[in-house]
């Protein structure tokens, strides 16, 4: 729907704060694709390639300036279109990303708090024309998000970050999500992953269709 040249694939995101549960369900998504017959390729921001991956180790590990973690995180975007995403679409198929864009506008904009036109100049940049056909932001409280992280992981420098860095991302994620409420669905990740994964199978289902 979005992109400027008609493609035959189409291009889902995933967002969310750390511990929201999206990556739970990416794998769930990729399923129900490929059982109604869609070739699916499943990727990540940072990351989705050899360079990309690199970057994604020191976004993750070192800490750096602020507009230097932007650049790098558009980097990472712009290999991840060039060698993943754009031929993916090109063949047909339905590209799956754990984040994209609005991440760069959630985290360092509302987290970090750079500049948005800044960000706006990069996306600019990097994709000009091409957008999700459909964002899934999985929305939960900073509590629930947080308890979930707690019990599973060792945190990276992202996870780390205190509850008013998340509270400004998800505020901005959700700010984005009024903007573009044609692109942008926000699952209730509160519910239990069983019901979640129903909501997804009918906001899927339209898509397929
Ligand atoms: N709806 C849910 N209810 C309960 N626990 C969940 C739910 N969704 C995810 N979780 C759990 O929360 C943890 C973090 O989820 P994850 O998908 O890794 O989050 P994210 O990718 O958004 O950081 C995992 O242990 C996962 O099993
Ligand atoms: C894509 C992107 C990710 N990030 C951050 C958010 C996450 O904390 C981190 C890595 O994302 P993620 O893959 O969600 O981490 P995990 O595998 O631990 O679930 O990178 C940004 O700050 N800006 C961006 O543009």
Not at 71 to 95: C, K, N, T, Y
Not at 104 to 126: C, H, I, M, P, T
Not at 136 to 146: G, K, Q
Not at 198 to 204: C, E, G, N, S, Y
Request: charged share 30%.
């Amino acid at each position: 729907m979005t992109h400027s040249k008609a493609v035959p694939g189409k291009f889902i995101s995933f967002e969310g704060i750390d511990g929201a549960g999206k990556s739970t369900h990416i794998g769930f998504v990729a399923d129900y694709l490929a059982s109604r017959g869609k070739t699916v390729v499943s990727s990540r921001e940072p990351g989705g390639t050899a360079v990309g991956e690199k970057l994604r180790d020191l976004l993750l590990h070192e800490k750096m300036d602020l507009e230097t973690e932007a650049l790098l995180m558009f980097a990472s975007r712009r290999e991840h279109i060039a060698q993943v995403i754009a031929p993916g679409l090109a063949r047909g198929d339905w590209v799956l990303s754990d984040r994209f864009t609005d991440a760069s506008f959630a985290y360092q904009g509302g987290g970090r708090g750079l500049d948005r036109a800044k960000l706006e100049a990069l996306e600019n940049w990097v994709h000009p024309h091409l957008q999700p056909d459909l964002t899934l932001l999985f929305d939960v409280p900073l509590d629930v998000a947080r308890a979930r992280l707690d019990a599973t992981r060792t945190l990276d420098k992202f996870e780390q970050e205190q509850a008013d860095f998340f509270s400004a991302c998800r505020k901005e994620y959700l700010r984005r999500a009024a903007q573009f409420p044609d692109r942008i669905v926000v699952v209730d990740s509160t519910r239990s992953i069983e019901e979640t994964r129903a909501f997804l199978a009918q906001v899927l289902g339209k898509l397929v269709a």
